[in-house]
């Protein structure tokens, strides 16, 4: 059941109305779908059996009360229980089994698939919202194309008729371009902090609409050649290529039995 009758309290009445258009409609009409669901948001931590934030601190020791020693680095309270569940939450779900598949089978997801998924992924957080991220899509004869430039960029000197085949390694290559813009208030870090940030999003994107990637880069990405290749601007910066397919079946059902164990969170976590 709705725990919020009306979202207007949590929507702010100052705010202008957008243009109504069907696809803002079906977005909005989603976005508060996924808050007003009571479990996912702020309040569910309500839920959890911990006191509450006041609770807490209205069963502190008064500042007079506390010793004038400097208090020792505590790290994080981990004592009151989290209401978040990676397994049960779709999106949590995810991301928490998301993994880079190396061999893919050669079904890939359609031009009008990928604008769909870009479309999500155009979510990403970026500072005074600059895009400076773009894809580009290689597929066919475009990989042998790769291939030579990365080639060439490594002196790299063939048999006639041979080529280089690593591009070959999935159908749909997506190369990732980082294109900062001149902007005072964002530096270039953190242009390359939302490419990275779309990069990363698509994979995920991509494996929830149940298709396999693996993110490959190397030494040569940005040389000379292979930059010309993509058509870079001064100062784009290819992030590397989603090598992308389908999910082999018995790669499938090895995932289906089997769980990879996640990394310890505590080390990703820390106080000042
Ligand atoms: C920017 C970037 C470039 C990468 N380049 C390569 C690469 O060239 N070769 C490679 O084996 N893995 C590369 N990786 C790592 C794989 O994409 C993958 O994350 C890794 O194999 C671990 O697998 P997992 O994603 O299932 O944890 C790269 C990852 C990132 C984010």
Same mark, same amino acid.
């Given at each position: ?135 580009? %899509?290689?597929?066919?004869?475009? *990989?042998?194309? #790769?291939?030579? /430039? &990365?080639?060439? $960029?490594?002196?790299?000197?063939? @048999?006639?008729?041979? %080529?280089?085949?690593?591009?070959? *390694?999935?159908? #749909?290559?997506? /190369? &990732?371009?980082? $294109?900062?813009?001149?902007?005072? @208030? ?15 999003? &698509?994979?995920? $994107? ?67």
């Amino acid at each position: 059941m709705s725990k919020h009758k009306d979202s207007s309290e949590h929507r702010g009445s100052k705010r202008k109305k957008p243009k109504s258009d069907g696809a803002c409609e079906v977005t909005k009409g989603r976005v508060r779908a996924h808050f007003l669901d009571g479990e996912t948001g702020p309040w569910a931590k309500k839920l959890a059996a911990g006191p509450s934030a006041e609770e807490t601190s209205a069963a502190a020791p008064a500042p007079d009360e506390q010793t004038a020693l400097p208090s020792p680095r505590l790290g994080p309270d981990y004592s009151a229980p989290s209401s978040i569940d990676i397994v049960a939450d779709p999106v949590l779900h995810a991301i928490s089994t998301r993994r880079s598949i190396s061999k893919l089978d050669p079904e890939t997801p359609n031009d009008s698939d990928l604008r769909e998924l870009i479309h999500a992924v155009s979510s990403v957080a970026d500072h005074k919202g600059l895009k400076p991220w773009r894809f580009i %899509i290689i597929r066919g004869e475009d *990989r042998i194309r #790769l291939g030579a /430039a &990365l080639d060439e $960029a490594g002196g790299v000197h063939r @048999k006639s008729g041979e %080529i280089n085949e690593k591009p070959l *390694r999935a159908e #749909l290559l997506l /190369a &990732l371009v980082a $294109a900062p813009q001149d902007n005072p @208030k964002v530096p270039e870090w953190e242009q390359h902090a939302t490419a990275a940030g779309a990069g990363h999003l &698509l994979e995920l $994107a991509l494996w929830q609409a149940g298709w396999g990637v693996m993110w490959r880069s190397g030494n040569l990405t940005n040389e000379p050649a292979v930059r010309r290749l993509h058509r870079l601007k001064d100062k784009e910066l290819l992030m590397g290529w989603l090598y992308i397919g389908a999910v082999p079946e018995r790669y499938r059902q090895r995932m289906v039995n089997s769980t990879r164990p996640l990394p310890d969170p505590e080390q990703f976590l820390d106080t000042l």
